[in-house]
């Protein structure tokens, strides 16, 4: 199975401590370990046992690496209660545990080959979006739950706000979510995942979630039953129902533009190549935005798109075509996995040069506070680590600004907002769109539509 990262003795202790928490297995219980690797759960299953004069139950481990399951093999042999099974755990099985535990593998839909997209879409609910396998995992699971069953995983914490994870999210929520426990991002060594551990008790129904924070702190909520973000719950907050929000007042809310080879298409604004300037438009990343200063781009991005954000055909680039045909640069750009579907010297996503290059406002996508700039002159094409927004009306640009650089936005969007490294906050387009706006605020076609 794709994905495996091994588990850490301690680690695999804390979490069978919660698996058993409501009480010891039993000879005739079962037990479930879906990506066994080399049966580090196992092993703590039986050291548990040991330690607390428990029997140790019929337990199943599954993988489908055969190294890894002899690895498991040498490390067991001679455990009767114990069964190791080589196959894929996604495939469809009518088996039923009384206790699962495990830590799914990790993998983007970006690991996943098509034939293997299209399975996982059609055969689960979870597989939305841009979904990762644990997603699934955590859905194979529940269904092979029995009937007042446990199960407890380590995850990326982030299946509770991403939009893709909005299905996992309620199923699981139905399932019924004793404790999510927030763990050191440290907890995998060499690798940063911000983990959590999740304990699902189906006879806990619809009651309320214990919620274990990095720093200790602990509160009981009662989860969300759709697939909207747990993080507002999680903090204290009600979604934001009914009024205009952001999407209201603003034309569009996007990501800036990804080419795909910064390196190549980036320049210092002083050495664009003579007879490019035609191509070359100013041009800053999340790094160079400061708050409360207007922006100043020190760069120039070479765009080889025409004013409505079409391709050029080869033969209209001229000398930017040499450029970008020198053999590094080239073999550079041939590189990118966007080169697989376009020409070669596409940008990894097609820019909407009409809409950027309007009046609009500009924020870090990553960042401690949210803040927001205004770009007036509407020159500027932000790179993909700013956020830009143009608005429907751009007489009101320095009112939407400043609207948005309130304490009330901060604190919708330190609510709503997934978390980066270090606390930091990471901004995405739907949470901005659904920011609360003053009705004043919304232009007055735009408000009669709402």
Same mark, same amino acid.
């Given at each position: 199975?794709?994905?495996?990262?091994?588990? $850490?003795?301690?680690?695999?202790?804390?979490?069978?401590? =919660?698996?058993?928490?409501?009480?010891?297995?039993?000879? *005739?219980?079962?037990?479930?370990?879906?990506?066994?690797?080399?049966?580090?759960?196992?092993?703590?299953?039986?050291?548990?046992?040991?330690?607390?004069?428990?029997?140790?139950?019929?337990?199943?481990?599954?993988?489908?690496?055969?190294?890894?399951?002899?690895?498991?093999?040498?490390?067991?042999?001679?455990?009767?209660?114990?069964?190791?099974?080589?196959?894929? @755990?996604?495939?469809?099985?009518?088996?039923?545990?009384?206790?699962?535990?495990?830590? $799914?593998?990790?993998?983007?839909?970006?690991?996943?080959?098509?034939?293997?997209?299209?399975?996982?879409?059609?055969?689960?609910?979870?597989?939305?979006?841009?979904?990762?396998?644990?997603?699934?995992?955590?859905?194979?699971?529940?269904?092979?739950?029995?009937?007042?069953?446990?199960?407890? @995983?380590?995850?990326?914490? =982030?299946?509770?706000?991403?939009?893709?994870?909005?299905?996992?999210?309620?199923?699981?929520?139905?399932?019924?979510?004793?404790?999510?426990?927030?763990?050191?991002?440290?907890?995998?060594?060499?690798?940063?995942?911000?983990?959590?551990?999740?304990?699902?008790?189906?006879?806990?129904?619809?009651?309320?979630?214990?919620?274990?924070?990095?720093?200790?702190?602990?509160?009981?909520?009662?989860?969300?039953?759709?697939?909207?973000?747990?993080?507002?719950?999680?903090?204290?907050?009600?979604?934001?129902?009914?009024?205009?929000? !952001?999407?209201?007042?603003?034309?569009?809310?996007?990501?800036?533009?990804?080419?795909?080879?910064?390196?190549?298409?980036?320049? $210092?604004?002083?050495?664009?190549?003579?007879?490019?300037?035609?191509?070359?438009?100013?041009?800053?990343?999340?790094?160079?935005?400061?708050?409360?200063?207007?922006?100043?781009?020190?760069?120039?991005?070479?765009?080889?798109?025409?004013?409505?954000?079409?391709?050029?055909?080869?033969?209209?680039?001229?000398?930017?075509?040499?450029?970008?045909?020198?053999?590094?640069?080239?073999?550079?750009?041939?590189?990118?996995?966007?080169?697989?579907?376009?020409?070669?010297?596409?940008?990894?996503?097609?820019?909407?040069?009409?809409?950027?290059?309007?009046? =609009?406002?500009?924020? =870090?996508?990553?960042?401690?506070?949210?803040?927001?700039?205004?770009?007036?002159?509407?020159?500027?094409?932000?790179?993909?680590?700013?956020?830009?927004?143009?608005?429907?009306?751009?007489?009101?640009?320095?009112?939407?600004?400043?609207?948005?650089?309130?304490? *009330?936005?901060?604190?919708? !969007?330190?609510?709503?907002?997934?978390?980066?490294?270090?606390?930091? !906050?990471?901004?995405?387009?739907?949470?901005?769109?659904?920011?609360?706006?003053?009705?004043?605020?919304?232009?007055?076609?735009?408000?009669?539509?709402?």
């Amino acid at each position: 199975m794709k994905g495996f990262v091994p588990t $850490p003795p301690a680690l695999v202790d804390q979490m069978v401590d =919660k698996l058993f928490r409501a009480g010891p297995p039993t000879a *005739e219980s079962t037990l479930l370990d879906p990506g066994c690797g080399s049966g580090v759960f196992v092993e703590g299953v039986l050291r548990w046992c040991q330690r607390n004069g428990a029997a140790i139950p019929r337990i199943t481990a599954v993988d489908s690496d055969p190294a890894r399951l002899r690895e498991a093999r040498r490390a067991l042999a001679g455990v009767a209660q114990v069964t190791l099974d080589e196959r894929d @755990f996604l495939l469809p099985s009518a088996e039923q545990y009384d206790f699962i535990i495990g830590n $799914p593998p990790y993998v983007s839909i970006m690991g996943l080959d098509a034939c293997e997209r299209a399975i996982y879409r059609e055969r689960f609910r979870a597989a939305s979006g841009r979904f990762d396998l644990y997603l699934l995992f955590f859905e194979q699971a529940l269904g092979m739950l029995s009937r007042n069953g446990r199960l407890v @995983f380590v995850t990326p914490e =982030k299946y509770m706000y991403v939009q893709s994870a909005g299905p996992a999210r309620q199923i699981l929520a139905a399932a019924g979510v004793e404790e999510i426990e927030l763990i050191d991002e440290q907890s995998f060594p060499g690798l940063v995942t911000y983990p959590a551990i999740t304990t699902v008790a189906c006879g806990h129904g619809r009651g309320p979630t214990r919620f274990v924070a990095r720093d200790g702190t602990t509160l009981d909520v009662r989860l969300p039953p759709n697939r909207r973000s747990w993080l507002a719950t999680i903090n204290g907050r009600q979604p934001h129902e009914g009024g205009p929000t !952001l999407a209201d007042a603003f034309a569009r809310i996007s990501c800036g533009v990804a080419t795909g080879a910064d390196d190549v298409f980036v320049l $210092p604004r002083g050495r664009v190549p003579e007879g490019l300037d035609r191509f070359a438009y100013p041009t800053l990343s999340g790094r160079e935005l400061v708050p409360g200063t207007e922006p100043s781009p020190s760069k120039m991005m070479l765009v080889p798109y025409g004013p409505n954000g079409e391709l050029l055909p080869e033969r209209r680039l001229g000398g930017l075509r040499d450029y970008l045909t020198t053999p590094d640069r080239r073999e550079r750009l041939e590189r990118r996995t966007c080169a697989a579907r376009k020409p070669w010297y596409a940008f990894h996503e097609t820019p909407p040069l009409a809409d950027l290059r309007k009046p =609009k406002i500009l924020c =870090k996508d990553i960042t401690s506070r949210p803040w927001f700039v205004p770009d007036l002159s509407g020159e500027i094409v932000p790179r993909h680590s700013v956020y830009y927004l143009v608005p429907n009306d751009p007489s009101r640009l320095q009112e939407l600004c400043d609207y948005l650089n309130s304490d *009330e936005v901060a604190e919708y !969007l330190m609510a709503h907002c997934q978390r980066a490294a270090n606390g930091f !906050l990471r901004l995405q387009s739907h949470i901005l769109k659904q920011v609360p706006l003053p009705a004043e605020l919304v232009a007055g076609e735009q408000l009669a539509a709402v």
